[in-house]
């Protein structure tokens, strides 16, 4: 008896709000051959689609519900040349050639997102490389930004990060409450559903098969292939790859990513528009921002609009309180907005992992995948897909911490969730004294 998918609706969003219409894709019907099998038609999905197909080889997505109805559509649309972990931090534990190598990667992504909105012609996407500011709630942890920046410039060659004082941030962003801070010129914000449209648009129109409302439900061996089963049909490929990060819960054929991932809920909000004068007077230079706290927010400037997200909702679905969380921390930043009112509301999930970088690489010999993301994921998760891609055909990739054999499976699994909700709890305590 085949099994019945009911496809889910998507976040009602900011960007789903403003998005361009999504192109009508086909469910799977019948027995498809290809390459490759993609299950996940998010950024990483399509990426690799894109790039496998360039190779001269023949890629087929799959998709449980719509292209970009995961983190590629629901994410705050900030790009950065960063990983959760610090490239200092890399170097303390791993080496001077590890953190250069992390370091060229991180950049990497960046122009990896630039080169496909260009070659799609995503003029929707909105990219912008106006930079990402990190602004400092107290001394101490200005302290630790500015020698971040410092050691950034002495041993990276990072010659284009600069230093902010307080008046200079409170320039910025509008907000006095911040004590100075970092600029990273490299970094910038996209339309994170456009983008993610853009590429699905691009990759189909190039012949690539996407078929969405179609499911894994299983991924199993055959003979020197793999068949990838979908409620309406199946796909027959010598290699498959599982781009599904955060949901490798939906279904069992991606389930062995699941204990190697802690999911935490990212939520998001966005005012109405603000008059033209308090949107002049608000983060006017149009960059993404970013606060030093441990429960870290971060905040950009779209149509008039502020939006402000941040770790720290909990369960499986939308929490009233971590959005009425989010609006009181904005306020405190910015108590003009004390009185806007918020036009919408919404969250997705944060793939966390054990070491704070992305892994990718094999499963098995006929299975790959990138997944963990930790937060940064529109620029790497782009990337990965190029990785994929090489890895596919058989090519060496020097993937430094990203290695798949470095990713590990999370301890204790079934007690994770009220793990994250206690280290969360110790971070917001930490936070609110000021430590």
């Known amino acids: 008896m085949a099994e019945v998918w009911t496809p889910m609706a998507p976040a009602a969003s900011l960007w789903a709000d403003t998005a361009e219409p999504l192109p009508a894709f086909p469910k799977l019907a019948g027995e498809v051959k290809a390459d490759v099998v993609i299950i996940g038609a998010g950024y990483t999905g399509l990426s690799a689609a894109h790039h496998i197909a360039k190779s001269g080889l023949t890629p087929v ?16 649309g900030v790009i950065t040349a960063k990983f959760r972990l610090s490239f200092r931090d890399i170097d303390a ?22 080169e496909l909105v260009s070659e799609f012609g995503i003029e929707s996407a909105r990219l912008t490389r106006s930079g990402q500011v990190k602004a400092a709630h107290n001394q101490a942890t200005l302290r630790s930004a500015i020698g971040e920046a410092e050691w950034m410039k ?17 320039e910025e962003t509008g907000s006095r409450g911040f004590v100075g801070g970092v600029l990273n010129p490299g970094s910038g914000g996209i339309h994170p559903l456009n983008y993610l449209r853009g590429l699905a648009k691009g990759v189909a129109q190039r012949g690539v098969p996407i078929f969405q409302e179609s499911p894994a439900f299983a991924l199993r061996r055959d003979g020197d292939g ?3 089963e979908t409620p309406g049909g199946s796909v027959r490929a010598r290699q498959a790859i599982v781009a599904t990060n955060s949901y490798s819960d939906l279904t069992s054929a991606t389930v062995r990513l699941q204990r190697t991932l802690v999911p935490f809920r990212s939520a998001l909000i966005a005012t109405e528009k603000l008059s033209p004068n308090l949107a002049g007077s608000l983060m006017p230079t149009g960059r993404t921002y970013t606060e030093t706290k441990r429960m870290m927010r971060w905040f950009r400037k779209v149509d008039d609009r502020v939006i402000f997200g941040g770790r720290g ?21 910015f108590p003009e907005l004390a009185d806007i009112p918020l036009a919408f509301k ?79 709890g110790w971070y917001q305590f930490l936070d609110a004294i000021g430590r």
């Open 61 to 76: 997505v799959l998709e449980a519900n719509h292209p970009g109805w995961g983190a590629s559509g629901r994410n705050g």
């Open 93 to 114: 534990a791993h080496g001077r050639a590890m953190a250069r190598r992390m370091y060229e990667i991180a950049h990497e992504s960046v122009e990896m997102v630039d």
């Open 154 to 170: 002495r041993e990276m060659g990072d010659t284009e990060v600069r230093i902010l004082d307080a008046h200079q941030v409170r």
């Open 226 to 228: 793999v068949i990838a």
């Open 313 to 333: 909702a909990f369960g499986k679905q939308d929490s009233e309180s971590a959005f009425d969380a989010l609006r009181k921390a904005m306020v405190g930043i």
């Open 346 to 424: 919404w969250s997705g999930l944060v793939a966390m992992t054990l070491d704070s970088v992305p892994h990718v690489g094999c499963l098995d010999d006929r299975t790959l995948y990138s997944v963990g993301y930790n937060g940064a994921g529109v620029a790497m998760s782009s990337l990965m897909g190029r990785y994929l891609a090489a890895l596919v055909r058989g090519e060496k990739v020097d993937l430094g911490l990203l290695d798949a054999g470095r990713l590990k499976t999370i301890p204790f699994y079934a007690f994770r969730e009220p793990a994250v909700r206690a280290v969360a």
